[in-house]
């Protein structure tokens, strides 16, 4: 039996290292690795399920094409033929801009966005800026501390303290989890501050709820009261803070009162927990939905703007920690400088129906006319489905990248099988938690070579003759992408990260209090920002309020996006705590009707009394025959990185019996 070397692709904090065993070239287990210095031996259902989808009785293994509306088995020679016939047509007649390249999260490996490299080379195309994850909150921590760093999650075991602001690692990152609970042992307090009682909020030594949206109105409370009693760190601020001065003018504008009602939480409360943010050093660990609001961006701005006034970013039990880009500015990401052939024009997701339907419709655009989709199932994923379906079908040619028919990969005209992460050869890391780079084997083969994304476009190059592309073989290109690290180890190779366990992470953010603004400081004021458009300083912008039920849609302990729900064959579930159930005589497992103005989704309803009023929690991810809540979504951008906002919708509960 061989152990062969992999780690989890998905999108999530962890990516956690695994040990795949192989016998008679057939998986028989995945297992964490418990020497892996992050993982420790612990995996998630979600992580096993990868091999769940491998052997998948409906996964695809043909190339498709629609044919009068039906799907007709292509060969992949047929498939690439097809590609390179449109995709020269397009750039001929319309320009490369014609042709819409769009990925998101779907795999975390490095060579899965191949795709990216291919349209740099064939000259550009459209492509989304922002996106549905976590834009807003990495656009603040880049104006306020010129990158995006993180502790290593074992320094909470310095902490007096720890906030888990808007986050459920109990559900979403179990190692962070797992280090919570060690370190509340250990002597830390553990403060969970969240809309919805989480089972992380259930650990908690003090929970506090908070209104939806309202996160920065509490962060700007706190800084408040931590100004009027002093307990600023004056040193600190003077030595490695830029704009505290103005934020204090502004803060003074501020009623404690207004900001109490904002985000219903007591004069009380925060004094309580001002008291134990200021016990040095504590730390803060923030989630991404408090971030998918219409004032996100200003929301982590402000919370960011706590650790610099009370002097705790840059030392250990301390710090501010929403995600942690190690290796994105080291690795070279594009070692054949495919950039330099592009020509692109971009458009905020947040907007991509009315970028669709502007360039088909406006004479003076460039009209979209081709559209490639890999690592995505955005007719699931996005706000505002219907409007999006009508979009997407106005274009001309559609292609779709996957292993299942899914919701996307309906609405286009080919299809592309592709393969499962434990067939490819590659490499990946996380920029959020788990500071490891670790190198997939390909544990199996494919059933065709061509299903793996870079043999593919590889192949599509060959045929549209682009002599810039580097035919080289998969090995060679992952090497070329790991030479940086050699500034950290001499001897790097795919085989020594194999091997070994490979970090180049500090696990104290911001140690040296080098912060790579332009200021060389901490910015609460950003002329960055300023240049923006924005304000320079973190503002608090109260969020549209309705007399009706806001829908938010979070990630359970089992699913993440729609990877996972294909197999379901109930309705989706919606969640609403007792006193609303009773108050609309609504039974616990009743089939109600979800209506906003935009669309109607039955749902059954689970009675959850960890839910606040006026709330519906359902999770991300459902399909669109089980009623995706993403059709009664409106959408939006966020204040600033071009953030999807989807918790600022409002719907009507609507009994059938």
């Known amino acids: 039996m061989r152990i062969l070397s992999h780690g989890c692709t998905l999108d999530c904090f962890d990516c956690c290292k695994f040990n795949v065993y192989v016998k008679d070239d057939k998986i028989i287990k995945i297992e964490g690795d418990k020497n892996h210095p992050y993982t420790r031996g612990m995996i998630c259902k979600k992580g096993r399920a990868h091999v769940t989808r491998l052997n998948h009785k409906d996964r695809i293994y043909q190339p498709l094409l629609k044919v009068n509306g039906e799907w007709k088995e292509i060969s992949f020679e047929e498939a690439i033929s097809i590609m390179a016939e449109k995709l020269n047509y397009y750039k001929v007649n319309y320009s490369s801009q014609s042709v819409m390249y769009y990925e998101q999260y779907g795999n975390g490996s490095v060579l899965k966005s191949i795709g990216e490299i291919f349209f740099n080379f064939y000259g550009g195309g459209s492509r989304g800026k922002g996106g549905p994850c976590w834009s807003a909150g990495i656009k603040a921590q880049k104006y306020d501390f010129g990158y995006v760093k993180g502790h290593a999650i074992e320094d909470m075991l310095n902490s007096k303290s720890i906030f888990v602001w808007g986050k459920n690692p109990a559900y979403t990152t179990i190692h962070t989890m ?49 100004i009027e009693k002093n307990l600023c760190d004056k040193k600190y601020i003077k030595s490695y803070v830029k704009g505290f001065d103005e934020y204090r003018k502004y803060l003074d504008t501020l009623d404690i009162n ?142 779709c990248f996957d292993m299942f028919m899914t919701d996307t990969a309906k609405a286009c005209d080919l299809f592309i099988p592709c393969t499962n992460t434990l067939e490819s050869e590659d490499i990946v890391f996380s920029s959020m938690t788990n500071p490891y780079i670790t190198y997939n084997e390909k544990a199996v083969e494919p059933k065709c070579k061509l299903m793996d994304e870079y043999y593919f476009f590889r192949e599509l190059a060959k045929k549209m003759n682009i002599k810039e592309y580097p035919y080289v073989s998969k090995r060679e290109y992952l090497n070329q992408i790991i030479k940086p690290l050699s500034q950290f180890y001499k001897d790097i190779s795919l085989e020594k990260i194999k091997q070994d366990f490979i970090t180049i992470h500090n696990p104290i953010a911001w140690e040296g209090k080098n912060f790579e603004t332009d200021s060389k400081k901490f910015e609460l004021y950003s002329n960055e920002a300023k240049n923006d458009g924005l304000s320079p300083i973190p503002k608090y912008y109260s969020i549209k309020q309705e007399n009706r039920f806001r829908i938010l849609t979070n990630h359970s302990s089992e699913t993440l996006f729609s990877q996972h729900f294909m197999d379901k064959k109930c309705i989706s579930k919606a969640y609403i705590n007792y006193k609303m159930a009773n108050m609309l005589n609504i039974e616990n497992n009743e089939v109600v009707s979800l209506r906003s103005k935009y669309a109607k989704i039955d749902v059954e ?53």
């Open 605 to 657: 309803i689970n009675i959850d009394n960890s839910i606040s009023d006026y709330i519906i929690k359902m999770y991300a991810g459902w399909w669109k025959k089980h009623g995706n809540p993403n059709f009664l979504i409106e959408g939006g951008t966020s204040d600033m990185g071009g953030q999807v906002v989807y918790n600022e919708t409002f719907v009507d509960i609507i009994k059938q019996k």
């Open 178 to 226: 797992q280090m919570i609970n060690k370190a509340k042992k250990n002597g830390s307090i553990i403060v969970v501050i969240d809309p919805i009682k989480t089972s992380t909020a259930d650990k908690a030594d003090l929970y506090v709820q908070i209104k939806p949206g309202t996160d920065g109105a509490l962060a700007m409370a706190m800084a408040k009261i931590i």
């Open 258 to 399: 207004y900001l109490l009602d904002e985000c219903g939480v007591t004069l009380d409360m925060v004094e309580k927990i001002v008291n134990l943010y200021t016990n040095k050093y504590s730390c803060i660990h923030i989630g991404t939905g408090m971030q998918k609001y219409t004032n996100g961006g200003n929301t982590i701005r402000a919370i960011n703007a706590l650790g610099a006034i009370t002097g705790q970013i840059g030392f250990s039990g301390g710090g501010i920690n929403y995600a942690n880009m190690v290796y994105p500015k080291v690795l070279n990401l594009d070692p054949y400088n495919s950039s330099k052939y592009c020509d692109s024009r971009e458009f905020y997701v947040s907007e991509i129906s009315e970028f669709i339907n502007e360039t088909i419709d406006n004479k003076q655009q460039i009209p979209l006319k081709m559209a490639i989709i890999t690592k995505s199932n955005l007719l699931n994923q996005l706000p505002n489905l219907n409007q999006l379906e009508k979009a997407i079908s106005r274009i001309e040619f559609k292609v």
